[in-house]
């Protein structure tokens, strides 16, 4: 008869499988309110070597950048790549467990944020996985407005003492099929849909500037553009 416990396992296992092999949170650094998936494999009772699912699952990362983990309590892994979390978990449960192995995938990112301003219907601060592109930072915001360049659209990214400037035709990906048009986004970056021509980057600098006062995370002002 196949147990609850088991049925878990097996999703357990099913969840971290997928994660596993996707390869497009290489550059990923966990962050506070993101939600991560932790494997704990143990041994069992007659030596078999699986997920333990009493220890595993879907983990929240506090706003002090930890998890909870039975056994280990909290243990801080903000700032750690999903590779680095998981000897850190490791290295905690193996004062309680013989030869832990943990592994971390994230499950939702929301430590990672764009801001989307200009002609657009809702103008603000949206969390983004690793592959969002300017489109779906565009959707986010819920579309553009009539008086929007949307030929001109400018991805603002490294910061705005230093800022690197990235011309979008998104008229070019939506009517012609041009996806070399729709970058890929970075956290930290922002969106711009100006309403009038601004071919220098000093007039979208200034343009930007009052608006970033009003956009926070949680109350607090993203630290890029500060």
């Not at 609850?4 to 309110?33: M, Q, W």
């Not at 590779?83 to 939702?108: C, M």
């Not at 011309?167 to 012609?176: G, K, T």
């Amino acid at each position: 008869m196949i147990t609850y416990k088991l049925i878990r396992c097996a999703i357990i296992l099913a969840v971290f499988t997928v994660f596993t092999v996707n390869s497009v949170f290489a550059d990923y650094l966990i962050g506070p309110n993101d939600r991560i998936f932790v494997a704990v494999m143990t041994y069992t009772p007659s030596g078999e070597y699986m997920i333990n699912s009493a220890m595993s699952g879907v983990m929240l990362v506090d706003p002090d950048g930890k998890i909870y983990v039975p056994f280990a309590d909290s243990i801080s892994v903000a700032g750690l790549n999903p590779d680095e979390a998981a000897v850190v978990v490791e290295n905690e449960l193996s004062g309680y467990i013989k030869h832990p192995e943990v592994h971390v995938r994230p499950i939702t990112i929301t430590s990672r944020r764009i801001i989307v301003l200009g002609e657009v219907r809702r103008p603000g601060s949206f969390a983004i996985n690793t592959d969002e592109t300017v489109i779906e930072a565009l959707a986010y915001a819920g579309g553009t407005l009539r008086g929007g360049l949307t030929w001109n659209v400018k991805v603002i990214r490294g910061g705005l003492d230093d800022p690197q400037i990235i011309n979008v035709n998104v008229d070019e990906i939506v009517n012609n099929g041009d996806y070399t048009q729709n970058i890929q986004l970075l956290p930290g970056d922002i969106v711009f849909v100006p309403k009038t021509l601004m071919s220098r980057a000093n007039d979208v600098i200034r343009d930007i500037t009052p608006l970033l006062g009003v956009i926070n995370t949680g109350g607090t002002t993203i630290e890029t553009f500060k």
